[in-house]
């Protein structure tokens, strides 16, 4: 209790949680008799553990969490960062961490995702997509479906094969590869998805995002790049995001894109990127639309086609 503190036993009631070998997470201050867990049991996501206490010391029920790489109380801690999680604003959109540490008096809870996630992206397979690429004068078609390849990986293709692998999970849409030609409007839809996030709830919600510049530079100049990393230099590109989930639930989303490069501790911008890219997804229909510095793309028509033998 508040004002009780027990010198000896000062974790008080707390509960450890192996999550893979040598890493575990001790929750501590936990209430008096509040604990649903017993030693050997199976947790997962969502699973009460038991309920806030205190640890005597301090006027506010709160429990400490800390991850250790022994199975023991009072281990020392391991430096973790935490993911998508919402900070909380006031009278400003509500701050997106989707990588990092907390700082004090942060008021954050966890973001909550729209159940049905996957179907403001690509979400069938045996349907294809119809895009329309429109470069000034120029305009190209370009069709797109999902792929499953060798490894079962899934990914978009276009009608050149060229394939974008990406990861969509918990609500939050990620680029984890892109192979094929660099002139096309997949290639496009590429340099945007780092850290792509589908609310619940309508609203605004702004973050940061680094990202490698792997498919912003022309190779040889990251590889250039990559030579002077042994010397602590490091350089990515930043993505200052603001998304904003209409009561429709068409989410539109705005990317300021920088170059910034790091050498210990030190930070600075090579340069800023002109304008920003815009990007409208809907409900039902996945990827809808995306502009920048006088490139569109938007999405045509959708339509199915027929399973080949053997697939």
């Not at 192996?18 to 997962?44: N, R």
């Amino acid at each position: 209790r508040p004002g009780q503190a027990n010198p000896r036993d000062n974790w008080g009631n707390c509960v450890i949680i192996e999550h893979a070998p040598y890493f575990y997470s001790c929750i501590a201050h936990l209430q008096k008799d509040s604990i649903s867990v017993k030693a050997g049991d199976t947790v997962s996501k969502g699973d009460k553990i038991g309920h806030c206490g205190n640890s005597g010391r301090s006027p506010y029920p709160h429990i400490h969490l800390q991850f250790q790489a022994q199975d023991y109380i009072g281990a020392p801690a391991l430096y973790f960062e935490f993911s998508n999680l919402l900070i909380k604003q006031d009278n400003a959109a509500d701050r997106l961490l989707p990588k990092g540490i907390l700082n004090k008096d942060d008021r954050v809870e966890n973001l909550r995702y729209d159940a049905d996630y996957s179907k403001y992206f690509f979400d069938e397979i045996y349907k294809k997509w119809q895009l329309i690429l429109n470069s000034g004068k120029l305009s190209s078609e370009e069709s797109w479906h999902l792929h499953n390849d060798f490894y079962n990986n899934l990914c978009l293709e276009n009608q050149d094969g060229d394939r974008l692998y990406f990861d969509l999970s918990e609500g939050v849409l990620s680029l984890k590869k892109y192979q094929g030609k660099r002139n096309s409007a997949l290639f496009l839809l590429a340099q945007t998805l780092t850290d792509v996030v589908f609310p619940e709830a309508p609203g605004k919600l702004h973050w940061t995002s680094q990202t490698s510049l792997d498919y912003t530079l022309p190779r040889y100049l990251v590889h250039f790049l990559d030579l002077f990393t042994i010397f602590g230099l490091r350089c990515f590109l930043e993505i200052d995001n603001s998304l904003e989930k209409l009561p429709d639930e068409t989410i539109l989303l705005k990317q300021a894109q920088q170059i910034r490069g790091g050498f210990i501790r030190w930070h600075f911008t090579f340069k800023r990127k002109a304008g920003t890219r815009q990007l409208v997804f809907r409900k039902g229909e996945g990827f809808n639309y995306l502009q920048e510095n006088g490139v569109e793309l938007k999405l045509d028509k959708i339509e199915y086609y027929e399973q080949t033998p053997g697939e």
